[in-house]
Structures are given as structure tokens and as C-alpha cells.
């Protein structure tokens, strides 16, 4: 599997943003998809998932009522809407597949849980 994450870039506070992720192989729809980011000397953090039909969503508490994950199983890619971006939304943003968790694992929440990445993108808000 390999993700190709795009859509970064320097926005003011307040902007939105759209990231999204691209994945190849023919068994997108069987993955759970997260997104994460991350700040030097910090550990990744989680930011939202998506299980593999769309139906269940889930964000970091940073990201709650901000950001909006979502995916197209047709286009094999996974979008992260996010609105209203602060200067402390600034980071490198990750997007990764897990192919083997189930929803209700809840594996997916911490970035040991996936088994692919992307190469990641980074998102700069100025105040």
C-alpha cells in the first residue's frame, strides 16, 4: 500500500484547509484510514479516523468540531477538511492505512496501530 498525502500549506489563522491522501491497491474499502500530525520533539499525534465503509468517524480532541475526515472508496482517497485553523494546527500531517484492525478495536487511535504511511504534508498557520 502506499499514500501519497497532499493539500499543505501556509494559510492564515481562521483559513481553511483541505488535505488529501491517495492510496493505491484495490482493497481500499477494507482499510481504516487516520489521519495524524506531528510537531519536533513530539510524538505523533492522532487527528481523525475513518472506518472502511465511512460510516464511523472519530477526532483527537484537538480536531473536534474544527476538522471533518472523510473518504471516497471510489477514488481510493481520504480527505481531512479543516476549518477554522489556529497557528497551533501547524505540523506535518500524516495520513495511514490500517489494514488489519477492526473499528471497534480501537487500535486505530494511536499511530502503532497502522501499517502504511504517507509521506506527509505539511500545514503552517500564521496568526
Known amino acids: 500500500v502506499q499514500l501519497q498525502a497532499f493539500g499543505g500549506g501556509l494559510v492564515q489563522a481562521g483559513d481553511s484547509l483541505r488535505l488529501s491522501c491517495a492510496a493505491s491497491?484495490?482493497?481500499?474499502?477494507?482499510?481504516?484510514m487516520g489521519w495524524f500530525r506531528q510537531t519536533p520533539g513530539k510524538e505523533r499525534e492522532f487527528v481523525a479516523g475513518i472506518s472502511q465503509s465511512g460510516g464511523h468517524t472519530s477526532y483527537g480532541k484537538s480536531a473536534k468540531g474544527r476538522f471533518t475526515i472523510s473518504r471516497d472508496n471510489a477514488k481510493n482517497t481520504v480527505y481531512l477538511q479543516m476549518d477554522s485553523l489556529k497557528p497551533e494546527d501547524t505540523a506535518v500531517y500524516y495520513c495511514a492505512a490500517d489494514t488489519t484492525s477492526t473499528w471497534i478495536s480501537g487500535i486505530w487511535q494511536i499511530a502503532s496501530g497502522y501499517e502504511y504511511w504517507g509521506q506527509g504534508t505539511l500545514v503552517t498557520v500564521s496568526s
Open positions: 491497491g484495490r482493497t481500499f474499502s477494507s482499510y481504516i
